[in-house]
């Protein structure tokens, strides 16, 4: 490319609940012989705030061989079907998986970085693998789709449910209860979502075609014989990587992470590739510097410059913080701002400043109302962002599960203003007596309708996206529901109050991370925002129905904003701010 690229990771090992998970399955499978030991949790983390190129240097082994896992192209269903069972057939007989010769962007589609080969993690979670393509660009690990195709199988999916989200910062997300995966919590591990992942209809595999799956992706790791790409430039043949016997020493793997493939069963292998990928995963980081904080964009400098705290003191929590924040920056007579003079993007044309407009975006963002609901005056001046009771800063999320109205409105669209509204949706012994008839399909239940984990359609009215109400309580899915119910903001729900409580996931999404927005359009669960002014517009708009008693459980901290039109270019503005190199080295 001329460009040297890499990740900006500033490793940080996961503490307690990651680690302790990783226990949990290294004990697993020591029983059968498999690991040489547990992992040891007794030693501390390395320091989150790893200068760039030192990171790049350690480099742990089992990160390294995790990537290559998350580029593998050969665990697709297409690859079974067209390789004639030969694990190392490249180039496949006939062309690769067409969903892969193009990548899709709201303006159509372009060419694509995989073209011949199958579905792979990186297709939908793209670094610089398109930043040379017309209409392409760098990611950060997202990519250009509204909803992400998926491999046609016959059956009538031809994209995901939802829109592609950005893993960056994915392993900040260790507070109990936030540790929980996907957009809707659906998943308790990295672990549990890489190995479904894998055996599922991103990959072209059906439901009912799980142990297929799963026996293949052991055949590729069992049968590769060293000589691809990936292999060649990443340690060589699985078996010998796995087994922690790679005649590359930067891919020799902790003994936690060995595996004797001859030996492990078919399900054993898939979840040390799954414990792999989320190693790699759990690597992801926006820059930062050697004290931890956030480095990389024009905010960041920002703050640097006019000697704000760009991260919590210890043991002050993000809000607490944020509002620390609020009360400096209204003290800040003489604001220092970030021009060209203090820095340039080389990945994209963007000016690297942080001006009085940004600043303005930056007080609206903090804002929160004087009292507990927004008074006359706040509506008719605006300026009352509320978004950092959700995106609180640093890290600009959360990690809860929020109901925006998103759903709503894609629903009003398609069906008329007022239709999510009179929806019919079962309340929970109904929906759980006949999961067939509301709920996701899974392996257990493969024929399962999964009408309200889908996107809006015009011609057909049952469909809507009600994101956690199809995890909550669901019992193919097995999510803890204390854990979702701290995510939604509740208390302990005893049994007695588990209607009530189902009625209040309707429509809750996980709270993103805002960090380099630039680089993760289009936005929202769905794609259906294109820029970040219809992203302020839409919270603008469904602040006001909020208020109104229009938003069918309504989140009420929506509610509590308060913007005029005059707001949406200047958080805008800010929200651009926080773009920042990513992947640079």
């Known amino acids: 490319m001329g460009i040297a690229l890499r990740r900006r990771n500033n490793r940080m090992t996961r503490l307690n609940s990651h680690a302790l998970r990783l226990v949990g399955l290294a004990a697993l499978l020591a029983t059968a012989g498999i690991f040489a030991k547990a992992m040891d949790i007794s030693a501390q983390p390395p320091s989150p705030a790893r200068q760039s190129a030192e990171a790049e240097e350690a480099e742990p082994a089992e990160v390294l061989v995790g990537e290559r ?88 999916e ?33 672990e549990k979502l890489v190995a479904d992942t894998l055996t599922d209809r991103n990959f072209g595999w059906k439901l009912t075609e799980r142990q297929a799956a799963i026996r293949h992706v052991a055949s590729i790791v069992r049968n590769d014989n060293g000589q691809g790409e990936l292999a060649q430039q990443n340690g060589g043949a699985y078996a010998l990587v796995l087994a922690g016997k790679s005649p590359d020493p930067r891919f020799v793997l902790p003994e936690s992470y060995r595996l004797d493939v001859a030996r492990a069963t078919d399900e054993q292998i898939l979840y040390a590739v799954g414990r792999l990928m989320a190693a790699y995963m759990d690597s992801l980081f926006f820059a930062r510097d050697e004290e931890g904080a956030f480095a990389g964009s024009p905010y960041d400098v920002f703050l640097q410059k006019n000697g704000l705290p760009r991260r919590p003191a210890p043991g002050e929590s993000d809000l607490a913080y944020s509002r620390r924040l609020r009360g400096l920056l209204a003290n800040l007579k003489q604001p220092r701002f970030v021009t060209p003079a203090d820095g340039a993007f080389e990945l994209s044309d ?26 006359a005056t706040e509506l008719q001046q605006g300026k009352v962002g509320n978004c950092m009771v959700c995106h609180v800063a640093p890290k600009f999320t959360d990690f809860s599960l929020h109901n925006t109205g998103a759903s709503q409105q894609e629903y009003d669209d398609a069906h008329g203003e007022g239709a999510f509204a009179n929806l019919p949706i079962p309340a929970l012994k109904e929906r759980n007596t006949n ?151």
């Open 350 to 375: 963007q000016p690297f400043a942080f001006g009085a407009q940004e600043l303005v975006g930056l007080q609206i963002f903090l804002a929160e109302p004087q009292g507990r609901a927004v008074g």
């Open 158 to 190: 031809k994209v995901t449910v939802r829109n592609s989200p950005s893993l960056v910062n994915l392993a900040l997300n260790t507070t109990a209860p936030a540790e929980l995966y996907h957009l809707d919590g659906q998943f308790p591990n990295l």
């Open 69 to 156: 896992l998350f580029e593998e192209t050969r665990f697709a269903q297409f690859y079974f079907a067209n390789s004639g069972g030969d694990a190392n057939a490249e180039p496949l007989p006939g062309g690769g998986d067409p969903v892969v010769a193009t990548l899709m962007t709201p303006d159509g589609p372009i060419a694509g970085p995989f073209a011949g080969k199958s579905m792979s993690c990186r297709q939908c979670h793209l670094e610089s693998q398109a930043a040379e393509t017309p209409g392409g660009g760098f990611r950060t690990y997202a990519d250009f789709a509204v909803r992400s195709p998926v491999p046609d199988r016959g059956d009538g």
């Open 435 to 585: 999961y067939d008839a509301y709920l996701p399909p899974t392996s257990l239940h493969p024929n399962a309708s999964g009408v309200f984990r889908k996107p809006a359609d015009s011609a057909n009215p049952a469909l809507a996206d009600l994101g956690a109400w199809n995890v909550y309580l669901n019992p193919d899915f097995k999510v803890p529901p204390e854990k979702l119910e701290a995510l939604m903001g509740l208390a302990k729900v005893p049994n007695s109050g588990k209607d009530a409580a189902l009625t209040q996931s309707l429509g809750r999404f996980k709270t993103p991370g805002l960090r380099d927005l630039a680089d993760s359009a289009p936005y929202l669960h769905n794609g259906s925002k294109g820029t970040l002014e219809e992203v302020a517009e839409f919270y603008r708009s469904f602040s006001q129905k909020t208020r109104a008693a229009q938003v069918r459980n309504a989140d009420l901290e929506i509610g509590r904003i308060a913007l005029v039109q005059d707001d949406v270019a200047a958080l805008a503005a800010f929200m651009r701010s926080l773009k920042e190199d990513y992947g640079l080295d």
